[in-house]
């Protein structure tokens, strides 16, 4: 049966947020199992790591599909910047698939080699569209339902670089570890001042628009505060330009210091999942990444301080993480059947029209 163009539709940017939830998921259980050694949770791990990049590489054939069926609807990313943010889901995507695979299988010559030209090419596909967000700000004409924190997506997926460079730099060395570390430098201060000033027009929309909808991207504040932990954890970790390192007491001061606002933010949202929960919609998903990479800021700053509190809170945002992911699969059952419900009902009207 061939599928309706109004069904085609739905299936926007934002469905990508489906597989790096996965991926995050993927991650929780890396964690788990370097902390435990419990060989079933990397068992698990590789399961759902592989399960995500199936499921992105089915969405972005679907997605590519939907672009070039329905031509009319090529410019609706361009013209909606929550959409147009949600793009920036394929480079994150792009490196935490190919960090995790390296996980898993190691690096060889020819999959380090793909790896660099993956690094390089998700870093400028980042990178151009935070550019493009920037250009549609300052031009577009801004609904007020499109300023959430969707639009911090693009400068995250920058900073998202470290997870990829990270073994690369352990593997290549010299020049090309020297790149990846300016670039991961550059990515971090590119993604922390876009996320003061973009986050703080997401913070003014969310304030003044009170869009149910788009709740669930308020976890993604939390994902910014995580990464720039991890990205300083791994900058203190390598000296391969210049003098550039900071000391250790300065990562571990700066790292809980931004913990505590991850804290804050994730009890926060905790609280609006419970108090108005989102239902029927693929916004949920916007829970899986941010909560990832907040359990891993979380045991980066275990493994500095040794403090056992950090354990119980990292079982905490697992099974957090854990129980969302499965009511973000029950969202998108019913966000599924809503939208075929309605291309029955379409149908249906239509062939009334033609009998009248």
């Known amino acids: 049966m061939k599928m309706r163009k109004s069904t085609l539709n739905m299936f926007g940017s934002e469905w990508f947020g489906i597989a790096i939830s996965t991926l995050a998921l993927s991650q929780i259980y890396i964690l788990s199992y370097g902390e435990t050694g419990n060989v079933w949770y990397n068992y698990l791990a590789e399961a759902f790591s592989i399960?995500?990049?199936?499921?992105?590489?089915?969405?972005?054939?679907?997605?590519?599909?939907?672009?070039?069926?329905?031509?009319?609807?090529?410019?609706?990313?361009?013209?909606?910047?929550?959409?147009?943010?949600?793009?920036?889901l394929i480079p994150i995507i792009g490196f935490?698939?190919?960090?995790?695979?390296?996980?898993?299988?190691?690096?060889?010559?020819?999959?380090?080699?793909?790896?660099?030209?993956?690094?390089?090419?998700?870093?400028?596909?980042?990178?151009?569209?935070?550019?493009?967000?920037?250009?549609?700000?300052?031009?577009?004409?801004?609904?007020?339902?499109?300023?959430?924190?969707?639009?911090?997506?693009?400068?995250?997926?920058?900073?998202?670089?470290?997870?990829?460079?990270?073994?690369l730099?352990?593997?290549?060395?010299?020049?090309?570890?020297?790149?990846?570390?300016?670039?991961?430098?550059?990515?971090?201060?590119?993604?922390?001042?876009?996320?003061?000033?973009?986050?703080?027009?997401?913070?003014?929309?969310?304030?003044?628009?009170?869009?149910?909808?788009?709740l669930p991207t308020t976890m993604l504040p939390v994902g910014i505060a995580s990464l720039i932990i991890i990205n300083i954890f791994t900058i203190s970790g390598f000296k391969v330009i210049g003098n550039i390192s900071l000391s250790a007491s300065t990562v571990e001061l700066v790292s809980i210091l931004l913990w505590g606002f991850e804290v804050w933010n994730f009890l926060v949202v905790l609280i609006l999942i419970f108090t108005k929960p989102s239902r029927g919609t693929l916004s949920v998903?916007?829970?899986g990444f941010p909560l990832g990479l907040f359990a891993t800021s979380t045991m980066k700053i275990f493994d500095f301080t040794s403090y056992s509190a950090l354990l119980w809170a990292f079982i905490g945002i697992s099974a957090a993480l854990n129980i969302?992911?499965?009511?973000?699969?029950?969202?998108?059952?019913?966000?599924?059947?809503?939208?075929?419900?309605?291309?029955?009902?379409?149908?249906?009207?239509t062939v009334s029209g033609r009998i009248e």
Do not use: C
């Open 285 to 287: 998903w916007a829970y």
């Open 169 to 214: 730099m352990k593997y290549f060395g010299g020049f090309e570890a020297q790149s990846m570390y300016f670039l991961v430098l550059m990515g971090l201060g590119i993604f922390f001042f876009l996320y003061i000033f973009i986050g703080s027009l997401a913070l003014s929309g969310h304030v003044t628009t009170k869009v149910h909808d788009t």
């Open 51 to 88: 399960t995500g990049i199936i499921l992105f590489l089915v969405i972005l054939v679907v997605w590519i599909i939907r672009g070039l069926a329905i031509r009319d609807k090529v410019f609706t990313h361009w013209n909606n910047l929550t959409r147009l943010s949600f793009v920036a």
């Open 96 to 167: 935490v698939a190919n960090y995790q695979l390296i996980y898993f299988f190691g690096l060889s010559g020819w999959s380090a080699d793909l790896s660099v030209l993956n690094f390089y090419g998700e870093y400028l596909f980042a990178l151009t569209i935070g550019v493009l967000l920037g250009y549609r700000l300052y031009t577009k004409e801004i609904n007020p339902r499109e300023m959430n924190y969707a639009i911090v997506i693009p400068p995250l997926a920058i900073g998202t670089s470290v997870f990829l460079a990270t073994p």
């Open 324 to 349: 969302l992911w499965v009511y973000a699969w029950i969202n998108t059952v019913s966000f599924i059947r809503s939208k075929l419900r309605e291309e029955v009902r379409e149908k249906n009207a």
